[in-house]
T-cell receptor
Framework: RKEVEQDPGPFNVPEGATVAFNCTYS??????FFWYRQDCRKEPKLLMS???SGNEDGRFTAQLNRASQYISLLIRDSKLSDSATYLC??????????FGTGTSLTVIP | DVKVTQSSRYLVKRTGEKVFLECVQD?????MFWYRQDPGLGLRLIYF???????EKGDIPEGYSVSREKKERFSLILESASTNQTSMYLC??????????FGPGTRLTVT
């Protein structure tokens, strides 16, 4: 069983749409959670950390459900520039990070 | 701003060559990582280091070695490059318990 699982997509949505990605993790001892964004042929960059109470950054909202061991990312009012691959990342210990394979998003004009 | 740099963006090597990939970070992070990323497989950890001269194997260490002589520098070595090591190599650094920062990646082609 993979440590972190994501729906690979692709998600193709029109501009202005709301889109949600989910991610599940297998280790209940996981300590920290993140969403990264990766543009084509570029490195992953931190989009946002995910906190237990949920958190929002502009059009992006992240939620954590420890009981069910899943993380979500909601993007509202999608922009063309949101087109990218979104990686779910879980830190189990100080040095153990596990990555999902990513969910591909294309926002269509 | 955290900066992680890698020695090359693109590299072409022949089978059997010894290959050195270097990574430097400027934020005094204790943890450094080497990953490879392949389509459909995501990021896979090759090695990581939590201190100078300390290293731990990741999920796919075979065919690779690493060196960390200084805190800011972490090198990945392919002792004898093979075609199945053609990949994107990503270096990252972090300070516990926070997120990782990635370098721009090295796209290695072994012919």
């Amino acid at each position: 069983r993979k440590e972190v699982e994501q729906d690979p997509g692709p998600f193709n949505v029109p501009e202005g749409a709301t889109v949600a990605f989910n991610c599940t993790y297998s280790n209940s001892a996981s300590q920290s959670f993140f969403w990264y964004r990766q543009d084509c042929r570029k490195e992953p960059k931190l989009l946002m950390s995910v906190y237990s109470s949920g958190n929002e950054d502009g059009r992006f909202t992240a939620q954590l459900n420890r009981a069910s061991q899943y993380i979500s990312l909601l993007i509202r009012d999608s922009k063309l520039s949101d087109s990218a691959t979104y990686l779910c990342v879980v830190r189990v210990t100080g040095n153990q990070f596990y990555f999902g394979t990513g969910t591909s998003l294309t926002v269509i004009p | 701003d955290v900066k992680v740099t890698q020695s090359s963006r693109y590299l072409v090597k022949r089978t059997g060559e010894k290959v050195f990939l270097e990574c430097v970070q400027d934020m005094d992070h204790e943890n450094m990582f080497w990953y490879r990323q392949d389509p459909g497989l995501g990021l896979r950890l090759i090695y990581f280091s939590y201190d100078v001269k300390m290293k731990e194997k990741g999920d796919i260490p075979e065919g690779y070695s690493v060196s960390r002589e200084k805190k800011e520098r972490f090198s990945l070595i392919l002792e004898s490059a093979s075609t199945n090591q053609t990949s994107m190599y990503l270096c990252a650094s972090s300070t516990t318990p926070y997120e990782q920062y990635f370098g721009p990646g090295t796209r290695l082609t072994v012919t």
